[in-house]
């Protein structure tokens, strides 16, 4: 080997880097935003702060849900931010509800209790590691990103609280309840890892017509309205109502599978009478003669 002499004095090459644009940014910005919220509801929790740790959870939602319909629109989506979303995911809606649960009540069942919280965010930590593997799949149905397999993280996470949503609302929180709740988390943890088709709502919002815009923005207005007054009673209704919702998801999903059914097999089923006549035809020109010749040709003499 030939080794090289230094030069002294020859500066060292510096690698170039490429100016990230602003665009790819601002999601991640957001991001991040909500993992300090989702972070600072555990301290909050700890704290015994549950009203104040509740309001940090749905503020984590809000900016999840924003902060891929911002890259989407700027143009700014990465696998970066992809992966970034996901692990704040799982702290935000896996490891703090389960701990908020466990604070709030489940601490009285010792054990028991912080089974359920750590199968709750196991759960969701399987249902996003299952969402990134699913997303590039080639084979799946335009439609079927209409649908997401098993309830999604943040409202697996709004889901999971609402024993603590009664309990504000006056709901005694006894051994029964705690009980309740044990059982009810265990449930919401293995509906994220289902196979249910639930409605993702991505697509919906895009656009919006001239003559609904403001329609549409006294809505917004109204809902964060009732949000702020009476927020355990619209975050009740909308577990509740949320829940029932369920089985209407699955019924469209099945619907959509039967179409797809009923269209394949359409074209194999029956086929048209002038397909069956060029086929007719096409096997006697396999045979060496052309098509009608039998009835054309002259009777032959014996």
């Known amino acids: 080997m030939v080794f090289q002499p230094?030069?002294?004095?020859?500066?060292?090459?510096?690698?170039?880097?490429?100016?990230?644009?602003?665009?790819v940014l601002l999601p991640n910005l957001i991001t991040?935003?909500?993992?300090?919220?989702?972070?600072?509801?555990?301290?909050?929790?700890?704290?015994s702060k549950l009203e104040l740790a509740l309001a940090a959870i749905v503020f984590a939602a809000v900016l999840d849900g924003i902060d891929g319909r911002v890259a989407r629109m700027l143009k700014g989506?990465?696998?970066?931010?992809?992966?970034?979303?996901?692990?704040?995911?799982?702290?935000?809606?896996g490891v703090a509800p389960g701990l908020i649960l466990y604070f709030w009540g489940l601490h009285e069942l010792k054990?028991?209790?912080?089974?359920?919280?750590l199968v709750f965010a196991i759960c969701a930590a399987l249902r996003l590691a299952r969402f990134n593997?699913?997303?590039?799949?080639?084979?799946?149905?335009?439609?079927?990103?209409?649908?997401?397999?098993?309830i999604p993280a943040p409202a697996g996470a709004l889901t999971v609280l609402l024993p603590i949503y009664l309990y504000f609302l006056g709901v005694s929180n006894g051994l029964v309840t705690?009980?309740?709740?044990?059982?009810?988390?265990?449930?919401?943890?293995?509906?994220?890892?289902?196979?249910?088709?639930?409605?993702?709502?991505?697509?919906?919002?895009?656009?919006?017509?001239?003559?609904?815009?403001?329609?549409?923005?006294?809505?917004?207005?109204?809902?964060?309205a009732l949000l702020i007054s009476y927020p355990w009673e619209v975050l009740s209704v909308s577990?509740?109502?949320?829940?029932?919702?369920?089985?209407?998801?699955?019924?469209?999903?099945?619907?959509h599978v039967r179409k797809d059914a009923l269209a394949a097999a359409?074209?194999?089923?029956?086929?048209?009478?002038?397909?069956?006549?060029?086929?007719?035809?096409?096997?006697?020109l396999d045979a060496g003669t052309e098509p009608g010749a039998e009835r054309d040709r002259p009777p032959r003499l014996n």
């Open 266 to 284: 359409t074209p194999t089923a029956s086929a048209p009478v002038g397909d069956a006549r060029l086929s007719s035809d096409a096997a006697t």
């Open 77 to 93: 989506t990465s696998r970066f931010g992809a992966e970034l979303d996901s692990l704040a995911d799982f702290v935000n809606f």
């Open 32 to 47: 991040l935003l909500a993992l300090c919220a989702g972070l600072t509801a555990i301290r909050l929790a700890i704290e």
């Open 178 to 224: 705690v009980w309740v709740t044990l059982f009810y988390t265990l449930g919401i943890g293995l509906l994220m890892v289902s196979r249910l088709p639930v409605f993702s709502g991505k697509r919906v919002g895009k656009r919006v017509p001239p003559e609904m815009v403001l329609p549409v923005f006294v809505v917004v207005v109204l809902a964060f």
């Open 6 to 23: 230094i030069d002294p004095t020859q500066s060292p090459r510096r690698r170039r880097f490429r100016a990230i644009p602003v665009r």
């Open 239 to 255: 577990a509740v109502v949320y829940l029932a919702s369920l089985p209407f998801g699955w019924l469209s999903y099945r619907d």
């Open 133 to 150: 593997v699913m997303i590039d799949d080639p084979d799946k149905p335009a439609w079927a990103g209409n649908f997401f397999t098993g």
């Open 111 to 117: 054990s028991a209790g912080w089974i359920a919280a």
